[in-house]
């Protein structure tokens, strides 16, 4: 059947939401307001409504439907539009054999559900995002209200984890990418993302389980049962994160032995992340991974002390490795505890990414239930000891009262330098860089201009530089090239309510120039531009941020070995830009580089300026560039090329390293300080030229 009829043409379109006008249609007038009101996108916030057919209605839809019905069968439809059609038909029994034939038993387990539903609620259901392989932009809990569903979620879970167990114990025959077909993919991925949504308590043992078995062949193979399903599964973690989920993933990119598997979850894992700062009551579950285990004499130990170590201790002597004794008699412990040990480095990870995206929500997350967590222990908090009087605490260590992370941005200079000190002296690792962290105050020019901030505007960068940049910052962008009109990348903050959004553009096949930054609020399901002066002022920061951070890591400004490169703009931006003003962040590296000076051998011949560690040598005098860390020598400004001193050790505490260049000043700073011992002839050559 290729032709329908107008009145079946009219009861397809209702049925796949493309009716825009259902007064047009007299013929079916009650089923227009059921169906095409669905599609309306209230019922998506609300849940199910009441819908009703009259019997007069039905009667005049019987035949249509009939002639839809096997239409949608011969063209594969999907079969929750094909199940509307059929309720409406009086066909179910014979759709129901028509697609068991077509379908896996975890999808006709759905399809029985569904079956047992009134043709309303069907077209509710046939509503449901189904993108394969996208992100679901509508939200998914309104599916937990349909009669049955969520058991229905769980038993499709269940039949999946047994299928995975069978394939792995030789119950069912081995094929790579064929444990579960389209449809049962499908029907498990609505099935996680409301479990997950839901945060219910039996999915976590259940997912580990299945995520294992789908991970890795039976065999030495380097395939997987289900690269499909893993990965729809990583897309419903992005969603909906759970230490849960993101653990068991990180376990499946260990075990697995598909060489491209473990980089696409990595992709994921920098999503998913970042997400958990809008689910901190989950994130906050993450273990603190401490661990003391004995095993005779001998004691195991993984501390979370500022880091995660593996530790072998005979008493109170530390080993330099694993007892032979524990190694002979206890492998499988040890290869756990080394497990254990990486899984607990990464949660740690996760929950400081967790935190730091945090920074920007509208009310405080529940931060008491990580009271004695060791991440908890190495950040400031503030704690409201009296209404509105917030005072300043390292570790969460003031009971009974409101608490939030401290942010420099709502302190003063002198608090601001007071805890800088603290964690020099200390030698206190930050989980996140918190007292050294910038900060990024609107300026009168960005107030001036509206919604947009040019601070950025022109900056030439490194094109894939910028892109693994906005992926591990959480960031989502289109590729630029063939015929891309979309330019912009995004960052949705402070529980969804606000965006960032900065413009790039593809100067040539590597390079991209930086456009303007502006940021939206989600209004009526819609961003829209907003004013600067009216964006939080943590926002602004934390975004801005993120943009400096792209800025500085990626520009072409930063490349010694650049030179010469691209057209005549790009070498004129090249040129100009090694030695500009200090961004914030260098701003930072400055005072960083004020505390640390003071304390090396090289004390004496060093000095700061605005914008330069000045380096006093016995050939020249050297000007490093804060920002950029490029190199002027005096007395005429001569360009000095290193890449790198390599091997440098510096022998003192580093705050913080987020991006290497506070390292790579310093060991700049100590190899021209003995500039008579350089032996490296791409560096004599400048020095007596």
């Not at 009441?50 to 007069?56: I, K, M």
């Not at 389980?209 to 789908?214: F, P, S, T």
């Amino acid at each position: 059947m290729d032709v329908l009829s107008p009145l079946a043409q009219r009861l397809r379109d209702l049925i796949e939401g493309r009716a825009d006008d259902p007064t047009r249609w007299p013929e079916v007038p009650r089923l227009s307001v059921g169906l095409v009101g669905m599609g309306s996108g209230a019922v998506h916030a609300t849940g199910p409504a009441p819908y009703a057919l009259d019997e007069r209605t039905r009667e005049k839809l019987v035949e249509p439907a009939r002639e839809l019905v096997g239409f949608m069968l011969s063209k594969t439809y999907g079969w929750p539009a094909v199940l509307v059609a059929a309720g409406l038909a009086g066909m179910d029994a014979d759709v129901r054999a028509a697609l068991a034939g077509q379908h896996g038993p975890i999808a006709v387990a759905e399809i029985d559900l569904v079956l047992g539903w009134e043709v309303e609620l069907r077209a509710l259901f046939a509503e449901t995002p189904m993108q394969d392989g996208q992100p679901v932009p509508v939200p998914i809990e309104w599916i937990g209200g349909l009669p049955g569903y969520v058991g229905c979620a769980r038993t499709a879970l269940e039949m999946a984890r047994d299928r995975a167990v069978a394939i792995h114990a030789g119950e069912i025959p081995y094929r790579a990418e064929k444990a579960f077909d389209d449809s049962e993919r499908q029907t498990l991925g609505r099935a996680v993302r409301l479990a997950l949504l839901r945060d219910e308590s039996w999915l976590p043992e259940l997912l580990d389980e299945l995520v294992r078995r789908i991970a890795v062949a039976p065999t030495q193979a380097k395939t997987l049962p289900s690269q499909k399903l893993l990965f729809e599964i990583a897309r419903a973690a992005e969603e909906h994160p759970t230490p849960e989920v993101i653990s068991a993933l990180r376990t499946a990119r260990r075990i697995t032995r598909h060489g491209g598997v473990p980089m696409q979850l990595d992709r994921k894992f920098k999503r998913m992340e970042p997400a958990l700062a809008d689910r901190l009551e989950v994130a906050f579950r993450i273990p603190d991974g401490r661990v003391r285990q004995e095993f005779g004499e001998h004691t195991a130990v993984i501390s979370t002390d500022g880091g995660v170590e593996l530790s072998w201790w005979h008493g109170s002597k530390k080993l330099r490795s694993v007892p032979a004794a524990v190694r002979r008699e206890h492998p499988d412990e040890v290869k756990r505890l080394r497990e254990l040990a990486k899984l607990t480095q990464q949660q740690q990870a996760t929950l400081a990414r967790a935190l730091e995206a945090g920074y920007t929500g509208a009310t405080a997350p529940p931060y008491r239930q990580l009271e004695g967590h060791p991440v908890a222990e190495r950040l400031i908090w503030e704690f409201e000891v009296a209404p509105g009087v917030w005072r300043a605490e390292l570790g969460m260590h003031v009971p009974d009262v409101p608490v939030r992370l401290w942010h420099p941005a709502r302190a003063s200079v002198a608090e601001v330098r007071g805890w800088r000190e603290v964690v020099q002296d200390k030698e206190l690792r930050q989980p996140f860089k918190q007292a050294f962290r910038e900060i990024y105050l609107l300026t009168p020019a960005e107030e001036a201009s509206g919604s947009h901030s040019s601070r950025f505007e022109g900056q030439v960068v490194h094109y894939r530089r910028l892109r693994a940049l906005f992926k591990d910052r959480g960031w989502a962008s289109k590729f630029q090239g063939h015929g891309v009109e979309d330019c912009d990348a995004h960052r949705v903050m402070a529980g969804g309510e606000w965006r960032a959004t900065l413009e790039h553009y593809l100067a040539d096949e590597v390079h991209a120039d930086i456009g303007r930054a502006s940021f939206q609020r989600r209004s009526g399901g819609v961003w829209r531009d907003v004013p600067l002066r009216e964006v939080p002022p943590l926002v602004f920061s934390e975004g801005m941020r993120d943009i400096d951070l792209f800025v500085g890591v990626a520009s072409i400004t930063l490349d010694p070995q650049w030179a010469g490169q691209g057209t005549d703009r790009l070498r004129d931006h090249w040129a100009a830009g090694p030695f500009a003003p200090l961004t914030p962040s260098a701003e930072v590296r400055k005072d960083a580089l004020a505390r640390l000076i003071g304390r090396t051998a090289i004390a004496d011949r060093c000095t700061l300026t605005d914008r330069y560690l000045v380096v006093r040598g016995d050939l020249h005098t050297y000007k490093i560039h804060l920002g950029s860390a490029n190199i002027l020598m005096e007395p005429n400004d001569a360009y000095l090329c290193i890449v790198s001193a390599r091997g440098f050790q510096p022998g003192l505490f580093l705050p913080f390293e987020e991006d290497g260049r506070l390292a790579l000043i310093l060991s700049k700073a100590f190899l021209l300080a003995d500039d008579t011992a350089i032996t490296d002839p791409s560096i004599t050559r400048q020095l007596s030229g």
